[in-house]
């Protein structure tokens, strides 16, 4: 039985080819961790989180100052969820089908579309990480390129502000923000665009630093109902728990707060009077009875340094013993780039197939991510 599903391969990689899929963008923008194999479901990977450093006067002397101790702070990374697409087939069914389309035909074609159905959800995962963004920019509702290349520089700002590494900036987008960006005249003509794989491939360009890929698995946000909201006391520059008072409904992790010149991602919701902002937190001081407005539904287009979001993938765990499948191997999907487990257990005149994975992601630099809200 060891060759029975190594003679699939051939065959489903020509289906991976006809197979329905969605648009992938935020697998192949983000950061494989290859340190999943070590963690079990729901077991925390510490990925360590270095803070802002202090200069300090340098004074001779005999003996060089008592300083330098530093605290490592770490955001964990689990392995949240494992997770098969099953399918199977009994003998009669199999001898029924062969006399049309084929049973090894369909058979290919259901791998296919597991892989497809566990791409799809962790495009949808890593796009959810667009809650713990640092600060947006944009019209909520309206979708953006609308006439120019404006709306990427300003988030590039964004990043730039905050720090993040500009050597290798990613920017994953809804397919409505896509269509948008390739009816610029000046990205399909190829004088001022400087190539004609935009209006010849459909590719979308690296545009102001940014790798622009599409995807399914954009994230679209409805906000709470918060209304009339000011700050209660003065916060300082830096600071991320926003004390707000006078308002009415709910502000709502994920949201986006108006405050001054500035667009802000809520991570924890509205409770007892407060509220916390992503890092780095305000970029200016605000003082009391500043207006708090909670921006309108959006899309949430995200941009980010690849190393903020980290995805880590593995084959679910099996027990030393084994189990019960009469074969096992790993597939590479080649529009994913993911590694899928797929199983065969022979049962009781009948076939059993698993397409499998396990994985967790975690946006570990909110600084270092922004929204492009559409």
Not at 58 to 64: C, D, M, R, S, Y
Request: aromatic fraction near 6%; proline fraction near 5%; hydrophobic fraction near 40%.
């Amino acid at each position: 039985m060891a060759n029975t599903l190594t003679s699939l391969v051939p065959d489903l990689y020509e289906a991976l080819d006809v197979v329905s899929r969605e648009m992938v963008g935020f697998i192949p923008s983000v950061t494989l961790d290859a340190n999943a194999e070590r963690a079990a479901l729901n077991q925390a990977i510490r990925v360590p989180i270095t803070a802002s450093q202090s200069a300090a006067d340098i004074a001779p002397g005999q003996l060089p100052p008592d300083t330098g101790d530093q605290t490592v702070l770490n955001n964990p990374l689990t392995i949240t969820k494992a997770r098969a697409v099953p399918f199977r087939w009994t003998g009669e069914e199999q001898k029924g089908v062969n006399s049309g389309p084929g049973y090894r035909n369909i058979r290919v074609n259901q791998i296919a579309q597991a892989m497809r159905t566990l791409t799809n959800e962790m495009e949808v995962d890593l796009g959810n990480l667009s809650v713990y963004a640092s600060r947006a920019w944009g019209t909520a509702g309206t979708t953006p390129f609308a006439s120019d290349l404006s709306d990427p520089a300003q988030v590039r700002k964004i990043l730039s502000d905050n720090g993040a590494p500009l050597s290798d900036l990613q920017s994953v987008i809804d397919t409505t923000a896509g269509a948008k960006m390739r009816s610029l005249a000046q990205l399909t003509k190829a004088n001022e665009a400087g190539t004609t794989s935009l209006r010849e491939q459909g590719l979308l360009l690296n545009i102001h630093g940014f790798n622009f890929r599409e995807s399914a698995g954009v994230a679209y946000h409805t906000p709470g109902t918060g209304a009339s909201y000011v700050t209660n006391g003065s916060h300082a520059k830096g600071a991320t728990t926003i004390n707000v008072q006078t308002g009415t409904g709910t502000i709502l992790a994920g949201d986006v707060l108006t405050i001054g010149n500035f667009k802000y991602v809520v991570t924890t919701a509205l409770s007892g009077g407060s509220l916390v902002i992503a890092a780095p937190g305000l970029m200016a001081a605000v003082n009391t009875g500043a207006t708090v407005t909670v921006n309108s539904a959006f899309t949430a287009n995200f941009a980010f340094a690849r190393t903020a979001l980290v995805l880590a993938t593995r084959a679910p765990a099996l027990p030393e013993e084994g189990d019960m499948a009469e074969d096992r191997m790993l597939i590479e999907d080649p529009v994913s780039g993911i590694a899928f487990e797929i199983s065969m257990y022979l049962q009781y005149r009948r076939v059993r197939y698993e397409v499998a994975a396990a994985w967790g992601c975690a946006n570990i630099k909110p600084e270092h991510t922004a929204l492009l809200l559409g």
